[in-house]
């Protein structure tokens, strides 16, 4: 899916103090053609994007950041990569701590501190019209200084858990940039089956019980695992393990 060579050094970034949304610029740059990786990233956004149309308060503290990345065609590996972003975001917060914080991760990317949501990620992909390439651009909002009010979610920011760790959003990014990187060529390099190891013992979703909303489908079961493509697998009351392709997931109760 990604040149292996593009993974190899560091992202250049362009830094705003404020702009709409880093995710829409990718988008608007995409549209005129995407030939290497690069980071956009702002101190501050105005219309700021969460999955599933939300919005994401985008107050200056917080990292908001998007990387938009040529890529061969859209494929199921989005799945990988997905849950790549999620590994990469708790090794950069592992870093930063120093090891003094694991996060555990929520299907299919979040990040999260006792249960409480730390980071959000959004993926967006298309292919240029002008050049025909295809991009994938990833969208992260790291709560590094304060936690935003989400309605329905527990929040968190590194600053609450540990205040005598005082991350400046530049710092974060670099740190960030080299876990993408190093997930992305695992994925590259090692397969599906190399990340889904990796992020089933990260998750803190084992034992509990799930809820996935999308639209207006409900699923509620026991959480599975994943299956062999990243996606999420509940065991229902009737014994049934349903696949779990999209959707936002809600953890109901502990078993
Ligand atoms: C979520 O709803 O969990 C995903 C939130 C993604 C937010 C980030 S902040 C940087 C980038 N720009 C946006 O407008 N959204 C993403």
Known sequence: MFQLNALANAW?????????????????????GVHAPVWFAAKAQTAGRGRLG??????TGNLYTTALIPIDGLSPAVAGVSLSIGLAVRDMVI???????????????????????????????GRSSQTKQFWLSIGIGINLAFAPDIPDYATVSLAKVLPDLSVPPETALVVLDGCLRGR??????????????????????????????????TIQGEFHGLDEHGQMCLNTSTGEVVTITAGDVELVKER
């Open 95 to 125: 870093e930063l701590s120093q090891g003094r914080l694991i996060p555990g991760l929520k299907w299919p990317n979040d990040v999260r501190i006792d249960g409480a949501k730390l980071s959000g990620i959004l993926l967006e992909s």
């Open 12 to 32: 250049p970034v362009e830094w705003y103090d404020e702009i709409d949304s880093t995710s829409a610029l990718a988008g608007r740059r995409a549209a005129d």
């Open 184 to 217: 992305l060529t695992q994925f590259s390099k090692f397969g599906m089956s190399s990340v889904i190891d990796d992020w089933m013992k990260a998750t803190d979703q084992i034992g509990l019980i799930c809820r996935s909303k999308l639209g207006d489908q």
């Open 54 to 59: 939300r919005k994401w308060i985008s107050e």
